[in-house]
Nanobody
Framework: QVQLVESGGGSVQAGGSLRLSCAAS????????VGWFRQAPGKERAFVAA???????????DSSDSVKGRFTISRDNAKNTVYLQMNSLKPEDTALYYC??????????????????WGQGTQVTVSS
């Protein structure tokens, strides 16, 4: 069983930065892949980034509102925490951001249906 708690959200102007944290319970956190997803008002929840249990593999969304080159996912297993550093934020990044996890010893998944454990979300609002 893993419990996830997100923090670090807030309001920022376009071009600014935020760092989200996802703190996990449990003693085998390094066995879990972790992903970040976001849901904007009126839209479906969408994949943002994911990282493997040992941190060796990272993936980012390649959708039209790509975060590649602006967001960086990382983890510190000693602290049971995954981070999402978000730079050059845009108004279209405004959303409720969730972290999620599932036990995996391979590459992290892109689909929310692969993830078993979810946090409650943290709101990010970017103004123009």
């Amino acid at each position: 069983q893993v419990q996830l708690v997100e923090s670090g959200g807030g309001s920022v102007q376009a071009g600014g930065s935020l760092r989200l944290s996802c703190a996990a319970s449990g003693r085998t956190f390094s066995s879990y892949a972790v992903g970040w997803f976001r849901q904007a008002p009126g839209k479906e929840r969408a994949f943002v980034a994911a990282i493997s249990g040992n941190g060796a593999m990272t993936y980012y969304s390649d959708s039209s509102d790509s975060v590649k080159g602006r967001f960086t996912i990382s983890r510190d297993n000693a602290k049971n925490t995954v981070y999402l550093q978000m730079n050059s934020l845009k108004p279209e990044d405004t959303a409720l951001y969730y972290c999620a996890a599932y036990r995996s010893y391979s590459r992290p998944g892109f689909s929310e249906y692969e993830y078993r454990y979810w946090g409650q979300g943290t709101q990010v609002t970017v103004s123009s």
